[in-house]
């Protein structure tokens, strides 16, 4: 059974720090890793997704990477602002659904 | 383009009551997965579906809940006899992949909060 986990469950920074996001995975046999942020009392926006031939893809100030191998993801957030403030939530599909990690509630104090 | 279309947002139901939540996939994608997130929990895979096929049903309670996604029209997850753990947020997602393989990308809703009183 695939299980997700999110490290740290909860972080706070300054504005203009740069972070790193974890997210590991127990089995390797994966399709693809996607990365989302929630906002409270909304929907998911899709971030990025890594196939599980790539080792990373970067959108802005975000780039993820994937270690299949070892079971891991981070998401590296630049410069973070204050409105980078949310939940970010991995995703692992294994293998026709998503298995969604716990989250990692991160809030940038201006 | 419109986005993955989900409705009611908000739902409120007395326990023993019906709730049906419905989906409108993005267009072009054929595929829908109903996800639960529980209060201060994270999403649990429910249910995906094709249009007329049920390919996985392995996260449904086995009671009181059911799934469809018609030839026509949007999907439907319905929830019968509610109960106070029902309280929580629906979202769906659509894939427009059409093969063997999940490869891309999905796309979700803002999801149906649903309370039971």
């Known amino acids: 059974k695939q299980e997700v986990t999110q490290i740290p469950a909860a972080l706070s920074v300054p504005e203009g720090e740069n972070l790193v996001l974890n997210c590991s995975f127990t089995?390797?046999?994966?399709?693809?890793l996607q990365w989302f942020r929630q906002d409270p009392g909304k929907g998911l926006t899709s971030l990025l997704l890594i196939q599980s031939s790539q080792r990373e893809q970067t959108s802005g100030r975000l780039n993820a990477s994937l270690d299949k191998s070892s079971g891991r993801s981070t998401l590296y957030i630049a410069a973070s602002q204050p409105g980078d403030s949310a939940t970010y939530l991995c995703?692992?599909?294994?293998?026709?659904?998503?298995?969604f990690g716990q989250g990692t509630r991160l809030t940038i104090n201006p | 383009n419109a986005g993955v279309m989900q409705n009611p947002r908000h739902l409120v139901r007395r326990r023993g009551q019906e709730a049906r939540l419905r989906c409108s996939p993005m267009?072009?994608?054929?595929?829908v997965y109903w996800y639960r997130q529980l209060p201060e929990e994270g999403l649990k895979f429910m249910v995906y579906l094709q249009k007329e096929n049920i390919i996985d049903e392995s996260g449904m309670p086995k009671e009181r809940f059911s799934a469809e996604f018609p030839k026509e029209g949007p999907s439907i997850l319905r929830i019968q006899q509610v109960v106070r753990g029902d309280s929580a947020a629906y979202f769906c997602?659509?894939?427009?992949?059409?093969?063997?393989?999940?490869?891309?990308?999905?796309?979700f809703g803002e999801g149906s909060r649903l309370t039971v009183l």
């Open positions: 089995d390797s046999a994966i399709y693809n």
């Open positions: 997602a659509s894939s427009p992949y059409t093969g063997t393989v999940n490869t891309g990308e999905l796309f």
């Open positions: 995703a692992v599909s294994h293998p026709q659904k998503l298995v």
């Open positions: 267009k072009g994608h054929s595929h």
